[in-house]
T-cell receptor, first 112, second 114 residues
Framework: QKEVEQNSGPLSVPEGAIASLNCTYSDRGSQSFFWYRQYSGKSPELIMFIYSNGDKEDGRFTAQLNKASQYVSLLIRDSQPSDSATYLCAVNFYTGRRALTFGSGTRLQVQP | DTEVTQTPKHLVMGMTNKKSLKCEQHMGHRAMYWYKQKAKKPPELMFVYSYEKLSINESVPSRFSPECPNSSLLNLHLHALQPEDSALYLC?????????????FGPGTRLTVT
């Protein structure tokens, strides 16, 4: 069974701090990794995707991938109260069916 | 523009009703997906269409029937649903069914079965 694991949280950080969200996955052969943000009652919104080891930056967001350790993380710099949401990590396990497997999500709370 | 639209936004139906959910994208994407999401849970994959052909059916009960009339449209026909089928139904699309392709979600249809 291919799995994606996330700490459910809540992760509470003060406004302006760096929020660090982590995700581990079970299949070493996985090729693509996605972070979605989901506000309560809304649909998931794609924030970042990463394929290669290392860091990928987009504005205040940085995705980090370490395939040897099978983890992917999302850093949010200068966190704002509007970043308070559930962050879903999704992995496309290359072997087997080609579809996203989601982690259970981490709830982030940014305190003003 | 990465927009996927879904109608209706909300749907209340009885267990004997027949209804349909509609999803549309005009991004030229060739893969489309239906997910079901219960409260405080991640989305669960139901169906995948790739180039208008059903490529994945996650052992979904036959009371859910997907249809892909063309490359821009995806329907989900509902019949004889149960109260436990109440959930947020999400449509997504991606440029292709490549494992590297990102998926974009629509706003969802909130379904309540009474």
């Amino acid at each position: 069974q291919k799995e994606v694991e996330q700490n459910s949280g809540p992760l509470s950080v003060p406004e302006g701090a760096i929020a660090s969200l982590n995700c581990t996955y079970s299949d070493r052969g996985s090729q693509s990794f996605f972070w979605y943000r989901q506000y309560s009652g809304k649909s998931p919104e794609l924030i970042m995707f990463i394929y290669s080891n290392g860091d990928k930056e987009d504005g205040r967001f940085t995705a980090q991938l370490n395939k040897a350790s099978q983890y992917v993380s999302l850093l949010i710099r200068d966190s704002q109260p509007s970043d308070s949401a559930t962050y879903l990590c999704a992995v496309n396990f290359y072997t087997g069916r080609r579809a996203l497997t989601f982690g259970s999500g981490t709830r982030l709370q940014v305190q003003p | 523009d990465t927009e996927v639209t879904q109608t209706p936004k909300h749907l209340v139906m009885g267990m004997t009703n027949k209804k349909s959910l509609k999803c549309e994208q005009h991004m030229g994407h060739r893969a489309m997906y239906w997910y079901k999401q219960k409260a405080k849970k991640p989305p669960e994959l139901m169906f995948v269409y790739s180039y208008e052909k059903l490529s994945i059916n996650e052992s979904v009960p036959s009371r859910f029937s997907p249809e892909c009339p063309n490359s821009s449209l995806l329907n989900l026909h509902l019949h004889a649903l149960q109260p436990e089928d109440s959930a947020l139904y999400l449509c997504a699309s991606s440029p292709s069914d490549s494992p590297l392709a990102e998926q974009y979600f629509g706003p969802g249809t909130r379904l309540t079965v009474t």
